[in-house]
């Protein structure tokens, strides 16, 4: 699904730039779910970025689901990001003046879906997260976990190759983080490839395989068994 | 464009800050309302000016003679002169491009005072006229009753006269018949075939206390043998008279054997030179009210881009969102260009609507106090209006092109950054 080769990236400060990704080679089957872990500085936050076409690599090959992401221009990153990948953030990232509703129509209306199918895509999604209930709600009016588990519909409603989630459960407390975990390995038991960056043991361990980076290389890429955030809710 | 979500999204933004949202376009209405105010006003002045003129024919001068003020061909300074009437003729055969040339004489006004006209027991002082059937054409007036001069009356000599609204009021009674009754100029009875009346608002009364009587016969009733007191020359359109006018005094100052230089010998009033004035008066006026409206407007556009400016920054994060799921840069541009021009176009139709209902009641005022001197039915074009509605879209495409290129140059991963 996902394929990465030599992926290299540094970032300019001033005078002097700094070599964040130093040769990553990597690959993802369909159905994973993979944690990348890392100290902070440690570079996958700029992985994730780079692996959800935020960002550009400066060398090295990157084929997502066989198509080579290379040069893209920013309106081909957006279709590509729309069809492909799904995003869930540290922080949600919702549109605080849409209900939840709207933010999880929101990639459905990029592609130019019909409105009376949006709606019911992203009823749908907003049913499979539990949140069926707060359709309406504001975000403001939502509590972390109610926020983050939007954010996954969100995600989700594109029915997109690929979830990317940046330290999902980073703002949550320990209960709400497993109520999300245990979402994302639901998602996962459905089929679908997922990647969590985070750097807590306890939420990598609830993936299928870790990835450990340290200073820009991958030092660890280790199968496991899976712990099921069930046992904890 | 007419895509329902985009809609709800433009209106969601721009009511999300009230206060904000008013305040921008206020400087917009503003703009807009000066412009058409200013444009009213400057018509309504125009259009009093022209009321003042009336109908007269614009292109038209008036000549007459003085003294000589220098001794030509063994005749001396000093010389008092007549225009006769075949320099009409001389006229005609010498200058191009001109359409009427009408000799009068006159009795009354500036020449003689005391009562002139006699009927029964009424008598009144008026101005005769003694003219051509062509003077109506260049001081027009509307025969209410019989007929005007022509040439049979000319040619016959006939002492018919045409008068005035004013003079039918003092001489006879109300409701008395007038045609076919006679009054006497200065002791001569003339056959009263017409009566007229004038629509121009100069002179007022006076204007309405005029006679008109056959050239040939008053000169015969009043001694004036072959003699013109003045002219009135209109020349035809597209050539002016103020060119033309030069080589007119030019063949009357050969042909009177004034001395070439004499300036003074021929007196003349030049009507188009006087309306040309005022009328490049009201361009200035006209130039002005646009130039202002369009400074106030151009800061009222100022104001919406500068405004669209900080929404996109407080957007930032929004946007950044919005690229990360996959919408277009494009899509973006175009979200921000439309806000910037429904906001533009929704408070220039304010301020056209609000400048409308001034200018509808500066009218209604206008037609209940009666007519004010020099403004008249203040008003804009339609095609003022689309203009500025034309002016308006554009504008607010400028006024939103630097916002949205901006919003579209932030990367989503800078604007996603959690510090």
Redesign the interface.
Known sequence: MIEIKDLHKSYKMGSNSLHVLKGINFSVEEGELVAIMGSSGSGKSTLL?IL?M??GSDSGEYYLDGVPIKDLS??KA??????FLG?V???F???N??SALENVA??L???KVG?RERQDKALNYLDRVGLKEWATHLPSELSGGQKQRVAIA?AMA?EPKVLLADEPTGALDSKTSYEVMDLIQKINDDGNTILVVTHEKDIAHMCKRIVHLRDGVIVEDTKIEQVRAQEYV | MFNRDRWKEILEVLTSNWFRTVLTAFGVFWGIFILIVLLAAGKGLENGINADFGDIATNTMFMWTRRTTKPYQGLPKDRSFEFQREDVRSIRDNVPNLRFISPRNQLGGFSSGGNNVVRGLNSGAYNVYGDYPEIINQDPMTVTSGRFINYNDINEKRKIAIIGQGVKNDLYEKGEEVLGTYIKIQGVNFLVVGTYKKNSSDGGEEAQKEIFVPFTAFSQAFNRGEDVGWMAITAKDGSSISVLKEKIINVMKKKHKVHPEDNRAIGYFDLYEQYNRVESLFSGIRWIAIIVGTFVLISGIIGVSNIMLIVVKERTKEIGIRRALGESPWSIKKQILMESIFLTIISGMTGIIFGALIIYGINALLDSVGPVDMFLSPSVSVGVVASALTALVVSGLLAGFIPANSAIRVRPIEALRNE
Not at chain 1, 78 to 83: D, G, L, P, T, V
């Open positions: 970025n959800g935020l960002d920013e309106k957006a279709q590509y990001r729309n069809k995003f953030f540290q922080s990232n919702l549109i003046y849409k929101l990639p209306y990029y592609q409105r969100r594109a």
